[in-house]
């Protein structure tokens, strides 16, 4: 496969002001860039039809699937946003100026912020159906998950607004010449994002977790029991449904998923290998495809969501009264 690369200016009539940019004719780039597309619409159809089956269908409205509509709406921006983003300032000059620069890089960093929120909630969630079943109901409520996610997306702004203060004060720090959008985050920033974004919620998820699949396994085999024993399975309560067990598997692997999709990254982040180069691209690309899984996910474990598209797609939620559809 032959392939060329020359670099030339973004801005010539800015000379030794303006960035240069590799110009690669590679078929092989050509695929990428069309296949990444592609990505991209895939992961703003499959999320927005996450979205609206759960705003719309009442039956869907609990506490498990506001933190998946959270989720989801944060993965939506992801493919409608960030991605695109990325590709483009990956693939061509910036032409925006530098306040557009930053308000896209900004945004960037609060929906992943966001994204890494979402799925500590949801593991928490799940710890509490599996291990604490009796109460679930009573500490979990949809008032109270409401809450959570909107202090998950504040504190995420929060958090973007320290880490990129001075960014924050100084846009144009954003590029080091015309044609450039690149935020650098100095080395304490960088550890900061590093314990708060990736390291703290890689260890709450993991021992939530493992707590959880170990509450789940000794339940199972105590349902398998209880059934051997020949006693009626709802004579007496064993903990966790085996609804919410599936819930549990499910959602295992979702956090696997993410946690595969965002390591590549923060683990090169340790180590310092995240340059701009071609080879760190795909790391970023990887990081952002966990957006367009997560769905996927849900299509392939929750039959609700199988029969929520069916309604979406046959346009029968249109109809009066589609919101109150029993799904589950």
């Known amino acids: 496969m032959e392939s060329k690369v020359h670099s030339e200016l973004c801005f010539p009539q800015l000379a030794n002001l303006s960035c240069r940019k590799s110009m690669s004719e590679s078929s092989g780039d050509v695929l990428l860039n069309v296949l990444l597309s592609l990505a991209c619409v895939l992961t703003v159809l499959l999320n927005l039809l996450v979205i609206v089956a759960i705003s719309h269908f009442r039956q869907l409205h609990t506490p498990t699937n506001l933190l998946l509509l959270s989720l989801a709406i944060s993965d939506f921006l992801v493919g409608l946003l960030v991605w695109p983003g990325e590709i483009y300032v990956n693939t061509a000059c910036w032409a925006f100026g530098d306040i557009a620069c930053f308000c896209y890089q900004f945004a960037s960093f609060i929906i992943t912020s966001a994204s890494v929120g979402n799925m500590v909630l949801i593991s928490a969630d799940r710890y509490i159906a599996i291990c604490d079943p009796l109460h679930y109901n009573i500490k979990v409520t949809v008032k109270r998950i409401q809450l959570c996610v909107c202090l998950c997306w504040f504190l995420s702004l929060l958090y973007c607004c320290i880490l990129l203060r001075d960014q924050l004060a100084h846009p144009e720090k954003c590029s080091s010449c015309y044609g450039e959008c690149v935020i650098n985050v100095d080395t304490d920033g960088g550890i900061l994002d590093l314990v708060v974004i990736f390291i703290l919620p890689l260890s709450i998820i993991i021992t939530l977790y493992t707590r959880v699949f170990m509450v789940a396994m000794s339940q199972a085999r105590a349902m398998r029991s209880h059934v051997t024993c020949g006693k ?63 769905p996927l996910i849900y299509a392939l474990f929750y039959p609700w969501f199988r029969k929520a598209v069916k309604h979406i797609v046959t346009l029968r939620i249109l109809q009066p009264g589609s919101c109150g559809a029993k799904l589950v």
């Open 232 to 294: 009626v399975q709802n004579s007496v309560p064993l903990g966790a449904k085996k609804s919410e067990l599936k819930a549990a598997r499910t959602l295992g692997v979702l956090v696997l998923v993410f946690l595969v999709c965002f390591c590549p990254f923060y683990i090169s982040s340790l180590v310092g290998d995240i340059s701009f180069s071609s080879s760190a691209h795909y790391v970023v690309y990887l990081f952002d495809f966990n957006s367009c899984v997560n």
